[in-house]
């Protein structure tokens, strides 16, 4: 026979089994379509052209398809894969660590703390 489950889940599993996980991913979407494009394209010239050509030349990534650089070169597909994979990895993947553990403390702390009598 199966025990019933007295222990009911962490905050950080109870969180994403709700409405919530809709509205992180949206945020998400939008963190990543605002920022980490940029920050992709950024990583981009650097790793292909150097720091000295995004710092110093001004050398940037064109909007639309196929993607050039500013001065009219063609930008390799696998740099501009890997950049554009690794920055979604470490937004998506990293704020969403990052919010399981500040749920997890905030949760720690609260559960054991023993309520005061008024």
Partial sequence: MSEPQSKKPDLG???FNGPFAIVWALFLFLLFGLVGVRLANALLVCWVRGID???HQGIR???GRP???SDGVS?????EAVTGFAVFVVTVFGLSFLLLC???SYEKYFRNRKPEAG
């Avoid at 930008?75 to 740099?79: A, E, F, I, R, T």
């Fill in 75 to 79: 930008v390799p597909g696998l740099p």
């Fill in 102 to 104: 500040i749920l997890r």
């Fill in 13 to 15: 599993t109870r969180a």
């Fill in 67 to 69: 993607l050039r650089f």
């Fill in 61 to 63: 990534v064109l909007k």
């Fill in 53 to 55: 050509a995004y710092l």
